[in-house]
């Protein structure tokens, strides 16, 4: 009983009982099925019960099928009216239609099946003019509420890649980059930022983005290395159907979808000059035409461009245009590399303990003073990027939340990477005093026993004979400690 109150509900409407019948046998496998045998029995039945699809003939005592739908339509305008007739009288189709809103007109005789598909396709049309009518009347009223859903996700990702967000000490070389790049954030010019691999460049180009006016836009990021260049084009531009082997549908580009917003070209200056060319026109118009396509779309972003090339000097080379260059370069920010900035491991090093903690599922790790002594005397050739590689390889070889030296690998430990580790295994240098050359040997022999305690200043000072104050001493004296 519940399963048929579920149903769709038909009220059929005829004066023949043998009809009622056979529209009964025919939709109540489908439908819950109220029959009436006149207007007046109709209007009980519409009372009583919500119906979804009436379907009324034409031809009965009393009112006319039309006229009484006519009055279902003004006081039960949700209700889909359906008119049977075995007469063919184009003025009573005109009027059903044009005074009662008639879904459809079926003719007698009808067949079962046909009967069956258009109260299917008359219900279902019912149920999603419904929807659309809540969904109307839902934006209307939500859009307050809306409009603070908005504000609450841009103010919290403000709050995620704003300029505070990047991590730092106090009196970092980023301190200046950062209240420059602030300032120039509320403006909308082009911005190139330069810099080392695994700098922070991105997260530099996010927070000008959302410290600017085109917050509430996209960020769009493409990295103009890893994509080849025949694909470049179509993936920042667009491209239309057909336009080259594979197109087989178009294709909206990045530049299109950060409309309002910003677009971050990572590593451009890898870009060939065919390319520049194109990229020039884009900049220049404000507008963009997809591969394939004979019309150009305006657009209107921010690009914010970064490369750890020299691109003055591929200038200089013909490598990379000068218009370009000085399109591209409104303001220029030099993110310094992490070897420059040795006080601001730490503070890094222990928030991406955290979130590499996380996503390992081994929250609450923590760094030793021993762990933490060795990464600030590394000089990190890969930045950022490299220091993250390292705290994950060193989480996961820990059988402890607390990480020590030991966990670390030995480039890490040696203090020094690729040829310079090498170069700290070279002989004693064979001029200078003797008080430089006995320097050398002190602070050669220190490393030599850190690296083979794993950077345990207790052991290393016992040793060695030395207090852990007196041995601390000496390593900040040598530079072995940060």
């Known amino acids: 009983m519940n399963a048929t109150l579920r149903l769709p509900t038909v009220l059929v409407v005829d004066d023949e009982v043998r009809s009622q019948d056979a529209m009964r046998r025919t939709l109540d496998e489908d439908f819950n099925v109220l029959t009436a045998s006149g207007a007046d029995d109709a209007r009980q039945q519409l009372e009583r019960h919500a119906v979804n699809v009436i379907l009324c003939d034409q031809r009965m005592p009393g009112l006319t099928g039309v006229l009484f739908l006519k009055e279902v339509r003004e006081r039960w305008p949700d209700v889909v009216r359906i008119v049977i007739s075995g007469y063919t009288d184009s003025e009573d189709i005109i009027a059903g239609i044009n005074d009662a809103g008639i879904y459809q007109y079926i003719l007698k005789p009808w067949v079962p099946d046909h009967l069956l598909a258009t109260v299917r396709n008359a219900a279902e049309a019912q149920t999603l003019q419904q929807e659309t009518a809540r969904l109307d009347l839902e934006l209307r009223t939500a859009t307050p509420v809306l409009r603070q859903r908005a504000a609450h996700r841009l103010e919290r990702a403000r709050k995620t890649f704003g300029f505070d967000r990047i991590e730092r000490s106090p009196g970092s070389p980023l301190d200046s980059v950062c209240e420059m790049a602030a300032r120039v954030a509320r403006y909308d010019l082009s911005v190139l930022v330069l810099g080392e691999s695994g ?20 960020f769009v990021v493409e990295n103009c290395a890893a994509i080849p260049e025949t694909l470049l084009e179509s993936e920042l531009f667009g491209h239309k159907r057909g336009a080259f082997t594979g197109a087989y549908e178009d294709h909206i580009g990045l530049f299109q979808r950060a409309d309002g917003g910003s677009v971050f070209l990572d590593e451009i200056g890898e870009t060939s000059p065919a390319f520049q060319v194109r990229l020039l026109r884009v900049l220049q118009e404000g507008e963009v035409r997809p591969v394939g396509g004979t019309r150009a779309l305006p657009v209107d972003v921010r690009v914010i461009a970064a490369t750890h090339r020299e691109l003055e000097q591929r200038v200089r080379e013909g490598l990379f245009r000068e218009d370009l260059y000085y399109r591209i370069a409104g303001a220029t920010f030099t993110v310094p590399p992490l070897r420059e900035r040795v006080g601001d491991i730490e503070p890094i090093a222990r928030r991406v303990i ?24 590394y000089p990190w050739p890969g930045n950022i990027r490299e220091l993250r590689n390292e705290l994950a390889r060193a989480l996961a070889l820990s059988d402890s939340e607390r990480i020590e030296a030991q966990s670390l690998s030995l480039r890490v430990l040696h203090g020094q990477a690729g040829l310079t580790a090498a170069a700290s295994a070279m002989p004693l240098p064979a001029s200078g005093t003797l008080a430089e050359r006995l320097d050398a040997i002190e602070a050669m022999l220190l490393r030599e026993t850190l690296l083979r305690h794993r950077w345990n200043k207790t052991r290393a000072a016992k040793e060695l004979g030395l207090s852990r104050v007196g041995l601390r001493g000496k390593m900040v004296r040598f530079g072995l400690e940060g």
């Not at 700098?199 to 996209?218: D, F, M, N, V």
């Not at 955290?354 to 005397?377: F, H, K, N, T, W």
């Open 199 to 218: 700098t922070g460049k991105e997260l530099l180009a996010r927070a000008i983005h959302y410290a600017s006016p085109r917050a509430g836009g996209a």
């Open 354 to 377: 955290d979130e590499v903690g996380i996503e390992l599922g081994r929250p609450g790790a923590a760094l030793s003073d021993e762990a933490m002594a060795c990464l600030m005397g």
